[in-house]
């Protein structure tokens, strides 16, 4: 069978979850040396993401040491990124895990040198981690594990940081794990996160937004194409989130299986889907590309 996504599938998704678009998002706005970042409805939000880890997938975005991160995130920014994530090891099943110290000791020199000049995020699941970072001066916590999620929330809220919480079964996300694969996969996710946001309300965190994690691995879905496919179908039905009253992220895949060597055009087909979909911050590598994708978006109609 030939699949096609229709203009029909949209309106289908439209009519049938509609009332979802009514749910209020208390924006999340994090101070920055350029003025203040709002994460919400008034307009998709890109965050730029650096690795300092050369076992990430995608190569482009690696920085081979802190002043190199530092460098990359000042083009990020003059890009367009309101928010640069840096990252110290890569979140892919199987790669060399770092310990807290060695991430530290690479991130701490990148946020210092960064956030003098932009709202700087990493990348971690490692208190210790959290704790140095958010001293050098990082404003967001991209937390990716759970296991010690009770200190890195409150380690945020002592700083005053914002925490983007993603989606994790596991005690972080370089664990194989299995995703919600249900025919709908919403219900899983607004289960999955409305207890964790309750805890970090209670813990004082000043802001939140959620990450349904479409862009780690995940033992029950190991097929690219089928991967692709899911994600899509999350990306486009971001607004179904909104009943958790928080902004939502996410991270736009790139598909070698289908794109190719022109892989680096997905993220601007994705960010469609994903902006569409009502998603309010987006991660991305390819900055400038979806920084005008976003613009044709705002600017045309096909009313």
């Known amino acids: 069978m030939h699949v096609v996504i229709t203009l029909a599938d949209l309106a289908a998704l439209q009519a049938d979850h509609a009332s979802a678009w009514d749910d209020p998002v208390e924006p999340v706005v994090v101070a920055g040396p350029r003025g203040d970042v709002f994460i919400g409805d008034d307009r998709v939000t890109l965050m730029g993401a650096i690795n300092l880890s050369r076992d990430s997938s995608y190569r482009e975005s690696v920085a081979t040491s802190p002043a190199d991160a530092v460098r990359m995130g000042r083009i990020q920014v003059a890009q367009g990124a309101a928010i640069i994530d840096l990252g110290a090891e890569s979140s892919r099943v199987g790669t060399a895990r770092v310990d807290p110290a060695a ?27 959290v704790r140095a970072c958010l001293e050098a001066g990082a404003r967001v916590l991209n937390m990716t594990g759970r296991e010690h999620e009770d200190e890195m929330l409150s380690l945020a809220a002592e700083h005053g940081a914002a ?12 664990e194989t794990s299995a995703l919600p694969l249900d025919e709908d996969p919403v219900p899983a996710l607004l289960d999955h996160f409305g207890p964790r946001l309750e805890r970090a309300r209670e813990l004082g965190v000043p802001g939140v937004v959620v990450d349904a994690g479409m862009g780690f691995d995940y033992g029950n879905l190991v097929d690219p ?13 971001s607004f179904r989130l909104r009943p958790l009253g928080v902004p939502v992220c996410t991270i736009l895949p790139s598909t070698y299986d ?4 022109e892989f680096r055009k997905a993220e601007g087909f994705y ?24 613009r044709a978006l705002e600017t045309l109609s096909v009313r």
């Open 163 to 174: 925490v983007v919480m993603c989606f994790g079964r596991a005690a972080n996300v370089r």
């Open 225 to 237: 194409v089928g991967r692709a496919r899911h994600q899509t179908r999350v990306l486009a039905q």
């Open 103 to 129: 991430q530290a000791a690479a991130l701490v020199p990148a946020v210092e040198g960064l956030s003098a000049e932009a709202v700087v995020s990493v990348e971690t699941y490692e208190p210790q981690v």
């Open 258 to 261: 289908l794109f190719g060597d």
């Open 271 to 294: 960010g469609v889907f994903a902006a569409l979909g009502g998603a309010h911050l987006l991660r991305v590598h390819e900055v400038p590309h979806l920084r005008v994708v976003l």
